[in-house]
């Protein structure tokens, strides 16, 4: 188990209901606090594209929006996280049918696409860190029919993330590049994250 700091000001929470990011700091032996933040991103990101935002932006201020509203009530290190699929400053949505997702996936066969991950960290309600990272995904052109296959075998996972895909699964069939951080396309930049949590002494070094 990773060794923390014991006072309360360096206490982690994980300002978010995310199975997979949670997963992932799990994995790395962090003692953390989960909260869900209740943001309503719809409502913040179809504000945040009315006044223009960038898809890097959108997912930064996302990540601000949720750890502030925790770290308001709650003492302690505030993770707050978002993650957005830029195809050529365009972001996109989760979609919850299987022709939505078909059609994603389409749009994204043959090309290159961003995804914006962002971290923000805040204390006492107010950010005192943050991080993007964005790595690249290049998906394969791959045929009609293997897309209704891959649609047939993964089910409801093509809508638990914003491109229908895990790369940690059967989503990896999907591509022939990816560059970029692993941890951060799972939507935790997590080794950034360690980092500033040496510098600032919540974990021992």
């Not at 052109?141 to 409801?156: H, K, P, Q, R, V």
């Amino acid at each position: 188990m990773t060794r923390h700091r014991d006072d309360r000001s360096h206490h982690l929470i994980l300002a978010s209901k995310s199975r997979s990011r949670a997963a992932v700091l799990t994995a790395a032996g962090l003692q953390f606090e989960q909260i869900g933040s209740g943001v309503d991103e719809d409502a913040l990101k179809g504000a945040l594209r009315a006044e223009g935002a960038t898809v890097a932006k959108q997912a930064d201020l996302l990540a601000e929006t949720k750890a502030l509203k925790v770290s308001i009530s709650h003492a302690g290190v505030v993770l707050g996280c978002d993650q957005m699929l830029d195809l050529d400053g365009v972001g996109f949505d989760k979609v919850d049918t299987r022709d939505a997702a078909r059609d994603v996936l389409r749009r994204l066969r043959g090309k290159a696409h961003i995804l914006q991950s962002a971290i923000v960290a805040c204390v006492e309600g107010a950010p005192v860190w943050r991080h993007l990272s964005q790595p690249r995904l290049r998906m394969r052109n791959f045929s009609d029919a293997f897309l209704e296959e891959y649609l047939d075998a993964i089910g409801d996972v093509a809508f638990a993330g914003v491109g229908c895909y895990q790369v940690e699964g059967r989503g990896a069939l999907l591509f022939d590049r990816i560059e970029g951080d692993y941890f951060s396309i799972l939507g935790m930049p997590l080794l950034p994250l360690l980092q500033w949590l040496r510098d600032r002494g919540t974990l021992v070094t």
